[in-house]
């Protein structure tokens, strides 16, 4: 239980305050296997008050966080937010109950403008319409001091104002509870100065605020109590006005612990120069002209955004596009030829780049080293877990065994891991991007030792941190970066964070004004003030209109090929065999929306067309083909049933799930009907395939469709909702949203349209046929992905889709009309597909490198 210095309440309780309860955790436990991650925790947490929560990695703070926030299910213990008791513990509960949290990974999407990231992040009491989500976002910002564009794509915004932008729709809320997990990691000391005040205005607003951080500076500057864990243990409460940094060091240790940064001697001006960089320049960067020194560790400094990050990758012969770059005699242009000369660069994005994540801990360790404990290519078995067990040693590493993934530790023993990896290579030149993001205070201390020892073997080290006072500590010389150049340097001994931070915050006053005159032309391109509508101007748009254009350039080649093919015989025979593709590729694309796929969808048509051939041989026309849409209609959700169930419950790779289902759905077709059979009457095929002039009724439905679902995958907020799991489940899972039955529901609706699809199909082919459908199922995935959908789910539209069946039904006649192989004819569909995902991928591109120039 938990216990206090304090009075027995553990809060701070203000003088003429009735005391209001925000939050009250009962002997949380929560266990992974054998490791219990947190043990019997109990806290409770007043309106009003602002309460740190540290400890060392691997403490269990961010597993409590989770908990409360309903990101982890606890194995024992219960949470109760305000006088609402928490019992599914999902993020939906506990949002509905008042508790928010601003992830240290973030919970934006790329995607999604500014506003529509506020509004799909507030409760639902607290939005506005959907129609006036940018006029309402725009007074929000300017409420809470924030100048962003709303019309502005989140991936285009600063990593530190991504990181405001979700702090203040987590405070604008006016939340019971405020969850902070690691908030401000990453970002400078002015955008900490903004957090640190969100925290105190949300306590203002009645909120009661728990904050995660690994810098205790930040706690004596905000925080009323400080709660320490250790080893899952909750160990004690104090009144933050009543402590020292020192004593909640040893608490979170239980230790004593010596914070003291390691010993620095002057620099040697004639030490030879290990790494010299001449006018080197790239992306946000350049010209840059610097020499590194055996034995000394340089720090770069900076306002968040001004090119350190992307000047350090520079030296490694990343993004390198001008200058001379050398180490010793030796010309360096790219990474290989840098890691070949000892130059060794970690990034301080531990899940995409400095970790294997698909690898185990003790692979991510030897990863390095494999040629030390290797003989004849095989690793051996003793060398191997000596090394990794003195690693594990050496770093603090707290892990349940090294057989586990490192997405199993905390973020803080993921740095660790990715950092002794690195200097077990044995670099002349480190360079190291935020070494102690993430990283508590001792093993922080361990880290900068480590940095040390290794400069004072010889080598070079150069840190870039958003932390000024880590390079005041540890660098022997700092450059200070504003606008992609350095603009000044000072020793490391006697700089103080005020004085680096005074340093750029001189250049910053000196650029206001040219910064204000270019953030308001870029807000009137963005927001639409031109004469060319904004919709014109839109990505997807160009898209579809090249596609368009495509379509009917090839149209006319192969009308000047034969004239028979643009007759209205040819023109409708082209719309009549795209119409079964644009359904079942409408039903691919909303599985393809969510992020998965279904490759069951042939046979579900297949299916449908055995089914439609029993239940057509009675009763009039009318009478056949309602029964045939119900009776299509229940096979094709049977389907969707079982794919939803296999892939969100089951947890199967969608793949191999709708694989499974494929062989099984097709295998009940063939037991129906062996060979074909049935034969559908006149009246029914002509019904099915009715048109008004060249269009068939079918395809108009689906068009009406297809317009009226684009509309509501964009101009709703369910829409929107629905885009957000696939452009990211797990951060629309922490939004709130149930990102399960989102998807699970995509593979119903795809199972329905798929069978519709089979109902349009009977129409044309006149009897049941088990294997009529087979040749769809790849049609299917590609009229998507040619009209902009990604298999990575969250893109393309519905209009797309249509225009992409439309193509690939145009290439499907081209056979016939131009007199080509049906060989020739696939690889035409084939390349076809394959320029269209490249066309995708290349607009994706330039993008990001218009967004980081």
Not at 465 to 490: H, K, N, T
Not at 646 to 672: D, P, Q
Not at 678 to 683: K, Y
Not at 789 to 816: E, H, P
Request: hydrophobic content about 45%; charged content about 20%.
């Amino acid at each position: 239980m938990e216990a206090t210095k304090a009075q027995p309440g553990k809060t701070l309780v203000r003088e003429g305050q009735h005391r209001e309860v925000a939050l009250e955790a009962i002997g949380l436990s929560k266990q992974y296997g054998p490791v219990m991650a947190l043990k019997e925790m109990s806290l409770t947490v007043d309106a009003g008050e602002v309460r740190a929560l540290v400890g060392e990695n691997g403490s269990g703070k961010s597993t409590f966080v989770g908990i409360v926030s309903g990101t982890v299910i606890p194995t024992t213990g219960s949470v109760k937010i305000a006088d609402r008791q928490l019992h599914k513990h999902l993020p939906v509960e506990s949002q509905s109950a008042g508790a928010f949290t601003v992830f240290q990974d973030g919970s934006l999407l790329n995607d999604l403008t500014v506003a529509q990231n506020l509004y799909i992040g507030t409760p639902q009491a607290q939005r506005p319409k959907f129609s006036e989500v940018f006029q309402w976002a725009r007074a929000r910002l300017a409420d809470y001091d924030l100048d962003l564009n709303p019309l502005l794509k989140v991936a285009e915004l600063a990593p530190g104002d991504r990181q405001l932008l979700e702090i203040v729709r987590a405070v604008m809320a006016r939340p019971r509870v405020l969850l902070f997990d690691e908030s401000t990691s990453a970002l400078d000391s002015a955008g900490v100065d903004r957090v640190l005040e969100l925290m105190r205005v949300a306590a203002s607003q009645g909120s009661g605020v728990l904050f995660v951080t690994h810098r205790l500076s930040e706690v004596f500057r905000v925080a009323d109590t400080v709660s320490i864990l250790r080893d899952g243990n909750f160990v004690d409460t104090l009144r933050a006005d009543e402590t020292s940094p020192a004593e909640i060091v040893d608490l979170m240790a239980g230790t004593k612990v010596s914070m003291e940064f390691p010993d620095r001697r002057a620099l040697d001006s004639a030490a030879e120069a290990v790494l010299q960089a001449d006018r080197i320049g790239g992306e946000n960067f350049g010209p840059v002209t610097l020499e590194l020194r055996r034995g000394e560790i340089l720090g770069i400094a900076g306002a968040d955004g001004n090119g350190q990050a992307q000047l350090l990758r520079g030296l490694a012969g990343l993004g390198l596009a001008s200058g001379d770059l050398r180490v010793g005699v030796k010309a360096i242009k790219n990474y290989k030829q840098a890691t070949a000369n000892h130059v060794i660069f970690l990034s301080g994005d531990r899940k995409q780049e400095s970790l294997f994540q698909p690898l185990t801990i003790q692979e991510n360790l030897t990863a390095g080293v494999l040629d030390k404990i290797s003989t004849a290519g095989f690793t051996r078995g003793g060398p191997e877990r000596g090394f990794i067990k003195d690693q594990i040693e050496k770093f603090g590493i707290r892990l349940g065994s090294p057989s586990h993934l490192p997405s199993s530790l905390s973020g803080g023993n993921q740095q660790k891991i990715a950092i002794s990896r690195a200097l077990a290579t044995e670099p002349q030149v480190f360079l190291i991007d935020e070494p102690t993001q993430g990283v508590d205070v001792r093993s922080r201390m361990d880290i900068y030792r480590m940095l040390r020892e290794c400069a004072d073997a010889g080598n070079s080290v150069v840190i870039v941190s958003s932390d000024a006072s880590e390079l005041a500590g540890v660098a022997d010389r700092i450059v200070v970066m504003s606008r992609g150049q350095i603009i000044d340097e000072m020793p490391g001994m006697g700089a103080t964070e005020t004085s680096i931070v005074g340093s750029f915050a001189v250049e910053s006053r000196v650029h206001e004004e040219g910064e204000i005159l270019s953030t308001e032309l870029m807000k009137l391109e963005v927001s639409g003030d031109s004469k060319v509508p904004r919709w014109l101007r839109n990505g997807e748009t160009i898209r579809l209109s090249v596609l368009a254009l495509f379509i009917v350039l090839i149209g006319a080649f192969a009308g000047s090929v034969n004239p028979s093919f643009l007759t209205e015989i040819g023109l409708k025979n082209i719309l009549v065999i795209a119409t079964p593709l644009a359904a079942v590729a409408i039903a691919q694309y909303f599985v393809l929306l969510v992020g998965g796929i279904d490759v069951s969808v042939g046979a579900t048509m297949s299916l449908s067309v055995v089914v439609i051939s029993f239940v057509v041989q009675s009763g009039g026309v009318f009478q056949s083909i309602v029964v045939s849409f119900i009776a299509s209609l229940a096979c094709g959700a049977v389907v969707g049933l079982v794919n939803a169930w296999l892939v969100e419950k089951m947890r199967l790779s969608a793949v191999i799930a709708t694989i499974a289902t494929l062989g099984i759905v097709s295998g009940i077709a063939l037991a129906l009907r062996p060979t074909p059979g049935g034969r559908f009457g006149f009246e029914m095929m002509s019904a099915l395939t009715a048109s008004i002039g060249i269009l068939p009724v079918a395809l108009l439905f689906l068009t009406v469709l297809a317009v009226v679902g684009d509309l509501a995958l964009r101009r709703t907020g369910m829409g929107m909702r629905v885009r957000a799991v696939g452009m990211n489940g797990l951060y629309a899972e922490r939004l709130g949203i149930r990102s399960n039955l989102v998807r699970g529901g995509a593979y119903v609706l795809c199972g329905l349209l798929a069978a519709l699809a089979g109902v349009f199909l009977a129409g044309q082919v006149g009897i049941g046929d088990a294997t009529v459908g087979n040749t769809y199922t790849l049609l299917a995935i590609a009229a998507p992905v040619i009209g902009g959908a990604s298999l990575l789910g969250g893109r393309g539209t519905l209009i797309g889709v249509l225009l992409g069946s439309l193509l690939l039904g145009l290439a499907m006649t081209l056979s016939v009309v131009l007199r080509i192989s049906q060989g020739a004819n696939l690889v035409f569909i084939g390349v076809v597909t394959l320029i269209a995902m490249a066309s995708y991928s290349i607009r994706v591109q330039s993008k990001k490198k218009r967004t980081s120039a």
